[in-house]
C-alpha cells in the first residue's frame, strides 16, 4: 500500500478529483450540454456515474480518516448542483431524485473504497 500514500499518487488523484469536480458541475449547469455516449442510459445513470467517479478519486485522493466527511460533502454538491439547475435561465431541470441518485452513488463507493482500501492494508500487513 505504499503506493496508496505515495505523495505523487496523491497528488494526482487530487487533481483527477478537482478536473473531474470542475468537468461535473459546468455539464450540470450548461443549458444545453452536449451529446454523450452514455446519455441512451438516462439521467439518473449520469449522475451516479460523476458522483461515482467523484467519490473514487477522493476517497484515494484524500485521508482515508475524512472518508465520511466527503461523502458528506459530495452530497451537499449534489444538492446545490440541483439548486443552480432550478434557475429558469438554464432550463434545466431541479429534481430531488437526481440529488438522491448521487447521495446512493456516493455511499456506496464511499463504503466500497474503505472496504478495498482496508483489504489492501491487511494484506500488506500480513506480507510484510
Do not use: Y
Not at 487530487?14 to 444545453?32: H, K, S, T, Y
Not at 435561465?89 to 430531488?96: E, G, N, Y
Request: glycine residues 4%; proline residues 4%; charged residues 20%.
Amino acid at each position: 500500500m505504499a503506493w496508496l500514500q505515495n505523495p505523487r499518487f496523491k497528488f494526482a488523484m487530487r487533481l483527477l478529483f478537482w478536473l473531474a469536480l470542475i468537468f461535473a458541475v459546468v455539464m450540470a449547469d450548461l443549458p444545453q450540454p452536449p451529446k454523450l455516449g452514455f446519455d441512451s442510459f438516462g439521467d439518473k445513470f449520469e449522475h451516479m456515474l460523476a458522483f461515482s467517479t467523484l467519490s473514487a478519486l477522493a476517497t484515494l485522493g484524500f485521508s482515508a480518516d475524512l472518508r465520511w466527511r466527503i461523502a458528506e460533502r459530495l452530497s451537499f454538491l449534489g444538492a446545490l448542483i440541483e439548486v443552480s439547475q432550478s434557475i429558469p435561465a438554464l432550463h434545466r431541470d431541479c429534481d430531488i431524485r437526481d440529488w438522491i441518485a448521487d447521495t446512493v452513488a456516493i455511499v456506496v463507493v464511499t463504503a466500497v473504497m474503505g472496504l478495498l482500501l482496508s483489504w489492501v492494508r491487511r494484506d500488506e500487513a500480513a506480507a510484510g
